[in-house]
């Protein structure tokens, strides 16, 4: 089978980023990887760790209320009272659990996904640029942390008051056509994931690129252009990637700390993994050409 050509400028398939992504071992600066990884695996391992308890208290309270309904709907038909279902006692105990398994699980993948940030910086600078120092590198990665929170807040803010408005809409259209609203309600996540998608790039324009929080999604989506469709494959591609990793260490449900374990460092890789696609895409985006010494290397790996 003959692999079509691409322009320059132009995004590739997966398959063609495939030698260079995988290779998340690799970011030409020596132990890095090796510092990122296992930080990256301890932060993670300990929050699900701690969120263990959380999670399990509302499987518990979960499974009360099932079985309260079942009972209810047994002894007599009508309307369920939601109310003696779920005591005040009760609902303390979904928001004190809910609370702290968000908050572990939020922290920790915040800074999960900076450490990654991190060394997609690394590894596409000393793409670009071999003779760059690596203390450059991480002084101007600290410098740029402020406009990096800045364009997310401002990226999710507006994923969340479009779904609020999605919300409204989508409740008013179940008054009319109850099953179309459904339909349509279902197909939300993937409008999440699609607009991830098409802004992937929002994070290295501001640390590599230098853009400004307030015109960075404007720029985001003029550069990504005409590469829309296939930036949205690849991406969906690494997705389903994520999914079947996720069902393989389900395999481990018996034994929870081995099952955790599994699941984090699938986690750390597929991260890693994702960070260096979005780089190689970003880098094809733009336009940039890696020095020949590099490649040379990379191919000698």
């Known amino acids: 089978m003959q692999l079509p050509t691409y322009k320059k400028g132009e995004v590739k398939r997966l398959i063609f980023y495939a030698k260079d992504v995988f290779k998340f071992y690799d970011v030409g600066v020596p132990y890095l990887v090796q510092v990122l990884f296992l930080l990256m695996l301890g932060i993670l391992f300990v929050a699900y760790l701690f969120a263990l ?51 572990l699980m939020v922290g920790a993948k915040a800074i999960v996904t900076f450490l990654s940030l991190f060394y997609a910086c690394v590894w596409h ?60 309600a279902s ?28 015109k960075t999604l404007r720029i985001v989506w003029n550069l990504v252009g005409k590469n829309r469709r296939q930036v949205i494959g690849n991406m969906i591609t690494m997705y389903i ?7 393989l260490s389900a395999g481990f449900s018996g034994q929870a700390l081995l099952a955790i374990f599994a699941s984090v460092f699938a986690e750390v890789v597929l991260l890693l993994v994702q960070q260096r696609l979005v780089v190689r895409m970003y880098e094809d985006t733009k336009g940039m ?13």
């Open 125 to 184: 600078l000393k793409r670009v640029t071999p003779g760059m120092p690596f203390s450059y590198i991480t002084r101007g990665f600290l410098k740029r942390i402020l406009p990096l929170v800045a364009v997310n807040l401002i990226f999710y803010g507006a994923i969340v008051l479009l779904g609020v408005v999605l919300s409204i809409l989508l409740s008013l259209l179940g008054l009319i056509v109850p099953s179309f609203a459904i339909l349509l």
């Open 241 to 247: 990637l994520g999914l079947f990793v996720s069902v």
């Open 53 to 103: 308890p959380y999670a399990e208290e509302l499987n518990k309270i979960s499974n009360i209320v099932m079985t309260k309904v079942t009972e209810t709907s047994t002894v007599a038909s009508g309307n369920i009272n939601i109310r003696e279902l779920v005591t005040p006692e009760m609902t303390g105990r979904i928001v004190t659990a809910f609370t702290g398994y968000l908050a």
């Open 289 to 301: 050409t890696v020095p020949e010494t590099i490649k040379k290397e990379d191919n000698a790996l």
């Open 187 to 214: 197909a939300v996540p993937v409008l999440y994931f699609v607009a991830n998608a098409l802004f992937v790039y929002r994070d290295l324009s501001v640390l590599v690129g230098g853009t400004r929080p307030t």
